[in-house]
């Protein structure tokens, strides 16, 4: 259905198999580990990275990949914190490999409930289900990929719920199941600042709502290489462009994840049975529709991007 719809197949990935695919083409001397950028400098000649051992590195473009608490951000626009956005999730994987789960769909699936709602999806090609579990919370929740929960406590939050559910996390790993606070920002107004720009989530973090912050950092990924390949001798430019091509999709991603957290969590019968008719509506007219009404986000070419760069309104 997606690549009828989109022209394109759409892949669950597991984080650690992304990372060993993107990988797999990078020379090892490219990459350098445990080493903390403290910031960009720049003059008219180049732009240079600071490490927190007194290394340096200089390039003719730097780009700040280094996610929601991006330091390059700071050093280019000023310390700004990223904001709790009153929700808490766990994460846990449960293996299917020996025992199958008839009952969760090969599909990625949504189940709402008042102020929480689960996304489930097989990773590892089919070996495994992901579970993305969200709460609201008024609580902070220390920002990390392995804050330790319990599996009592995962259960605990979603007691009542559709017994496929209560199966599915009874399943979980009890030493494996973490937790942790959604942090996002506004969206920026501009990114690049001379030779020195952002990519994924230290432009642009957003709630994973629309299951996109990944997907985003690819495509800002893919752009940023097609503008510096079309600018070869105008930095820049090509900075410029890719903003321009990058900004105003991401920042309506990063807004329509947080519109999702209100929309999913719905506490009162009537808001819940009016989206509900509505989804169930949507799917009688059309079984092709993407069940989160989300067709926009992937309609979104990248591969076409150098196609715009004539009608593009740039920041100057
Ligand atoms: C619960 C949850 C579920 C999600 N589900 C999805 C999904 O289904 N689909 C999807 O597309 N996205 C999803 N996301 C979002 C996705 O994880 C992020 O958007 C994505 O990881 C952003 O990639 P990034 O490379 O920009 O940043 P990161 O993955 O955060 O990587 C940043 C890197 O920079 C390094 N770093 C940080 N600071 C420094 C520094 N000062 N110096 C040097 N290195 C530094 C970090 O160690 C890290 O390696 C989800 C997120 C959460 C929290």
Known sequence: MCRENFGADFHHVHRADLHAILCKDIAADHVRFNTVC???????????AHFDDGSTFQADIIVGADG????????????????????????????????????????????????AHIVTYYVKGGAAVN??????????VAESWTEPSTREELMAAYDGWHQNIIDLLQRTDPDQTF???????????QWAKGRATLLGDAAHPMLPFLSQGAAMALEDAFVLAEMIAHFPADHEAALKCYEAE????????????????????LSTPEEQRARDEALRKQQAENPNAVGI??????????TRCKERIGTMETVE
């Open 246 to 265: 990058r900004l105003a999709r991401t920042a309506r991603v990063q807004l329509e994840a947080r519109e999702r957290g209100r929309t999913y969590h």
């Open 293 to 302: 009404k989300a067709e926009w986000v992937y309609e979104y070419d990248a």
């Open 68 to 115: 929601i608490h991006s330091a390059v951000r700071d050093s280019l626009w000023g310390a700004d914190q990223a904001s709790f956005t009153g929700h808490m999730c766990w994460r846990a994987l449960v293996p299917v490999e020996q025992h199958p789960l008839p009952f969760v769909s090969p599909d990625a699936s949504f189940w709402f409930g008042p102020k």
């Open 38 to 48: 403290t910031g960009v400098t720049q003059d008219a000649q180049s732009a240079t």
């Open 179 to 189: 937790k942790w606070g959604l942090f996002d920002r506004d969206p920026m107004k």
């Open 131 to 140: 579970i993305v579990a969200v709460n609201e919370s008024a609580d902070w």
